[in-house]
């Protein structure tokens, strides 16, 4: 058995290869398995890196050092292969695929805990030829927090102020627009939304609960669909959103499903694991347990 530590030194506030370096050397003294770091040079090279070190046919572990980006490049190289399992060590911002963990999702701190851990398949969602592990989504959510990213570049604004910028651009241009959602084959009624959520896993966004009952390994996606809301009104439905009460929202739509399929009337932000992806057509299909996930011993997401 082969352990791989992927370390993203762009995940999180400052880069920490060193210090997980010098953490393997003491976690790992005294192993027989063999083990590697790779670090990743560019976006999708954990990707490269995930699936040639799979192709070599021997089992494998790898670790996902950094936040939700390197854990969706870490699945993506791996999804498919049966001798290969994959596991998040957090150090990015967010790292909310593991919060449906609940008070164990501590325990992926512990690369001890993680070394031994047990495994179990779980669902992807291939989105536009993509493969994304917790959540694909289109419409306002996207629209602020992909669309931060303009703002960060500017001089003396800082992270949240990018946010907050963001938000308000996304308020001014229009918080919902027009799109055609079909889910498994059912056109939805509507033609005006503000958000539309694939849900693999539960939080994304820094915290944000779409989806509180999706489970992961159930073979079903949770998909939750946000009608049109006024620009008073839209601060009430953040808060639900936050508090995993979106289903509370007047007009929501909520469908278990295989498939979603959603048409825009032009090109538009997708995010996909919280990375970006452009496209006017969003195709959201389950990849039923496609890939396998390593967790500390007991830990439960149910
Ligand atoms: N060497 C690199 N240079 C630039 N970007 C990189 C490099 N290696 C990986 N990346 C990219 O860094 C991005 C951010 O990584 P990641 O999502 O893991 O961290 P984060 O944004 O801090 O965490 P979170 O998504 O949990 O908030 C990913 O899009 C990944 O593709």
């Given amino acids: 058995m082969k352990h791989l530590f992927l370390i993203n030194p762009y995940a999180g506030k400052y880069d920490r290869t060193q210090e997980v370096r010098e953490k393997l050397r003491t976690v790992l003294a005294g192993r027989e398995d063999p083990w590697e770091v790779a670090v990743t040079q560019y976006p999708g090279h954990g990707v490269e890196l995930v699936r040639s070190a799979a192709e070599q046919g021997e089992p494998l572990r790898v670790y996902a050092c950094g936040g939700d980006g390197t854990l969706n490049e870490a699945v993506s190289g791996a999804a498919g292969y049966a001798h290969v399992a994959v596991t ?32 179990t398949p779980m669902d992807l969602i291939e989105c536009n030829g993509r493969l994304a592990l917790n959540v694909c ?49 059912e ?80 090109v538009s932000m997708i995010n996909l694991d919280g990375e970006r992806v452009d496209g006017a057509q969003l195709t959201a299909r389950l990849s039923e347990k496609k890939v396998n996930f390593i967790y500390p011993a007991g830990a439960t997401w149910g």
């Fill in 88 to 119: 998040h060590y957090p150090m990015g911002s967010g790292n909310d695929f593991l919060r449906m963990f609940g008070p164990d999702a501590c325990r992926f701190y512990d690369l001890k805990e993680l070394l031994d851990g047990p495994q």
């Fill in 137 to 185: 989504s289109i419409g306002f959510d996207a629209r602020i927090g992909l669309g931060a990213a303009d703002f960060k570049k500017l001089p003396l604004v800082s992270g949240t102020m990018a946010y907050q910028l963001s938000a308000l651009r996304t308020i001014v241009q229009g918080i919902h627009r027009p799109y055609r959602v079909e889910v498994d084959g």
């Fill in 187 to 266: 056109t939805l009624p509507g033609e005006d939304f503000t958000l539309i959520c694939a849900c693999n896993g539960r939080y994304y966004g820094g915290g944000f609960n779409p989806s509180p009952d999706a489970m992961p390994d159930d073979g079903l996606l949770n998909f939750l669909i946000i009608p049109a809301v006024s620009r008073f009104t839209v601060l009430a439905l953040i808060q639900k959103f936050a508090r995993g009460e979106a289903g509370e929202i007047p007009g929501v739509l909520l469908r278990q499903g295989r498939e979603m399929n959603v048409t825009c009337d032009r």
